[in-house]
Each structure stands twice: as C-alpha cells, then as structure tokens.
C-alpha cells in the first residue's frame, strides 16, 4: 500500500486566482498521475510523469500545468482557476517495474466561485 | 476508441449473497485489468489486479478474466453493507504507456 498524501483536501477559491495543488508519495514511486473526476462521473487523465523531469498531458485537456522536479512531489497548478475547474483531483502513483498497479492520494475538492 | 463500459446500476444485493459485477473492454492486446473500490466522495482504492485468464480470489473477492471474450467481472461473497461503493473496472490498453483508462463505475449497495 502506497502512503501518497495530497493537501488542501478542500478548497474554495475565487475566479481568477492562482492554485497550486499539492501531492506528495513517499514509496518512491517513478510514476505519478493527476486525475480529474467530476461527482458520479469518470475518473480522466490529466497529467503523468514517469521520473525527475518527465511531464505529459493525459487524455483530458486542462488548463492546469505540472511540475516533477523531486521523485515524491508532483504539484499541480492552475493559472487562473475558473468556475469550470471545480471538480476533483485525484494523485496517484505506482512503481516502475514489476506489476502496474496504481495507487491514490484522497483527493483535493476544488470550488472556484 | 478504445474503451471500457460497465453497468451503470444501481445493482442492489441483499446481504449475504454473491455480488457480479461485470466490465468488458475493446482492445483484445490488453493485458492488465484491475478493480477498484471507490465510497461515496472518496478516492479509489485498489481491490485486485488480474493479468491471467481465470480466477484470482482474495478473501471474498474474485476476479475473472476472459480475454477472448474481452470482459473481466468481479464477484464479491457474502456481500455486507459495508461492500456498497462504486466499483470501477480499470484497464491497461496496448499502446497506452502503461496508462490506466477507467470505466465509469458500477454502483453496489447492499441491503441489511
């Protein structure tokens, strides 16, 4: 079981404000991932890294951005939140080798009012 | 496009009896398939993974997977109240970098 640790929980946050997500896993984990999962819907990929340095969008676009400049961290930003951007984030990771299972942080709620 | 669907539900059960939950999914390369539990306003927690055709138990749970019929199913036993969550079937397809791609979830609710 992987201990992998996202802060806010909850946030709410006006429009045109600058937020940065946090998401930390301390089992070493190469691979980490944002998600983004609207209330009774499907998770999406929004963005992946698979070490120091690597960052690619995923299969849903967002106006987010990321950075993976240490193993266990991978921050999430967004420039200007927008009411659209309420949603939930989710952080997950899993290991390079061996099986590909992933595992996730409890999320962030974000309300942008 | 390639793509996993899953019964919406709401599948109900009383307790005590066998859950199935099922998945299919388009791509016949697949070779990782995983079920995941996720309660209401959580995150997903992982139950299984499978990668061979059959079944894999662990304690009340049981996955199958058939791919070359491209469905993988979930059976829970002796369904408890506590066991009423979304499931959500989560596939590797070929190509994809290792990248799971979800379905939407099959809503359990078990009954006293």
């Known amino acids: 079981e992987a201990d992998i640790y996202q802060t806010p929980r909850y946030l709410v946050i006006g429009t045109g404000k600058k937020i940065t997500l946090e998401c930390s896993q301390t089992?070493?984990?190469?691979?980490m991932y944002w998600y983004q999962q609207d209330p009774g819907m499907e998770l999406h990929l929004i963005h992946y890294?698979?070490?120091?340095?690597?960052?690619e969008k995923g299969d849903l676009s967002s106006e987010s951005t990321v950075s993976r400049i240490r193993t266990e961290h991978f921050p999430l930003t967004l420039e200007s939140a927008r009411p659209s951007h309420t949603s939930q984030y989710l952080c997950a990771s899993s290991e390079s080798g061996g099986g590909y299972e992933q595992y996730f942080g409890p999320g962030t709620r974000l309300t942008v009012t | 496009q390639k793509e996993v669907e899953q019964n919406s539900g709401p599948l109900s059960v009383p307790e005590g009896a066998i859950a199935s939950l099922n998945c299919t999914y388009s791509?016949?390369?697949?070779?990782?398939f995983f079920w995941y539990r996720q309660y209401s306003g959580k995150s997903p927690e992982l139950i299984m993974s499978i990668y061979s055709n059959g079944d894999k138990e662990d304690g009340r749970f049981t996955a199958q997977l058939n791919k070359a019929s491209q469905y993988v199913s979930l059976l829970i036993r002796d369904s408890q109240p506590s066991d009423s969550a979304t499931y959500l079937c989560a596939v590797i397809f070929s190509g994809s970098a290792r990248q799971l791609t979800f379905g939407s979830g099959t809503q359990l609710t078990v009954l006293p």
């Open positions: 791509d016949r390369g697949s070779q990782s």
């Open positions: 089992m070493g984990h190469d691979k």
């Open positions: 890294s698979y070490g120091v340095n690597s960052t």
